[in-house]
């Protein structure tokens, strides 16, 4: 098997495999669906792939994107969305480590190369959300200096049960 690397895409092009290998990642079963995820679902892998890769040459994005590649797998990923309504000193995160790689310490080094970013761009503070009974990435919060900041209680539907979910945060 071989070593997983840590890629910034504001620093270094995916291809277009690997860009295909992001987007199986996202539609995998246990990854959440973000709600400003910009594809339809009558589009294929590789078009969403062909249009990713087109966006990240766009000048002025807000998105940056980590990825945790073993070879020209995605096996996890950070995604920091800088928020203008903070005047642009505030991100949310995403985050998600495919299944066979969890508790491998892959979403630990995510997070902490994700917070070097975050600095690097001069943000002040991160913010991150999960299920309130996801421990492992409750875990993973705590082990990476987030702190709980509350929880909206059933927040959202999924599977036809009202779930909480936990509020973070990160003072930078």
Same mark, same amino acid.
């Given at each position: 098997?071989?070593?997983?690397?840590?890629?910034?895409?504001?620093?270094?092009?995916?291809?277009?495999?690997?860009?295909?290998?992001?987007?199986?990642?996202?539609?995998?079963?246990?990854?959440?669906?973000?709600?400003?995820?910009?594809?339809?679902?009558?589009?294929?892998?590789?078009?969403?792939?062909?249009?990713?890769?087109?966006?990240?040459?766009?000048?002025?994005?807000?998105?940056?994107?980590?990825? @945790?590649?073993?070879?020209?797998?995605?096996?996890?990923?950070?995604?920091?969305?800088?928020?203008?309504?903070?005047?642009?000193?505030?991100?949310?995160?995403?985050?998600?480590?495919?299944?066979?790689?969890?508790?491998?310490?892959?979403?630990?080094?995510?997070?902490?190369?994700?917070?070097?970013? @975050?600095?690097?761009?001069?943000?002040?503070?991160?913010?991150?959300?999960?299920? @309130?009974?996801?421990?492992?990435?409750?875990?993973?919060?705590?082990?990476?200096?987030?702190?709980?900041?509350?929880?909206?209680?059933?927040?959202?539907?999924?599977?036809?049960?009202?779930?909480?979910?936990?509020?973070?945060?990160?003072?930078?």
């Amino acid at each position: 098997m071989s070593a997983i690397e840590i890629v910034d895409l504001d620093v270094r092009e995916p291809a277009l495999v690997e860009a295909i290998s992001f987007f199986e990642f996202l539609d995998s079963p246990q990854q959440m669906k973000w709600e400003y995820h910009e594809a339809t679902q009558e589009e294929s892998v590789s078009e969403r792939a062909r249009g990713f890769l087109d966006r990240l040459k766009r000048p002025g994005r807000r998105n940056h994107l980590l990825w @945790a590649l073993q070879g020209e797998s995605v096996v996890g990923m950070v995604g920091l969305h800088r928020l203008e309504a903070y005047e642009g000193h505030c991100a949310e995160i995403g985050f998600g480590v495919a299944a066979s790689h969890t508790r491998q310490g892959v979403g630990t080094r995510l997070l902490l190369v994700s917070i070097d970013k @975050a600095r690097s761009l001069d943000l002040k503070r991160l913010q991150a959300d999960c299920f @309130a009974d996801n421990t492992a990435a409750i875990a993973l919060l705590k082990r990476t200096g987030f702190v709980q900041e509350g929880v909206k209680r059933s927040a959202v539907l999924k599977e036809g049960r009202l779930r909480d979910v936990s509020l973070w945060g990160l003072l930078l």
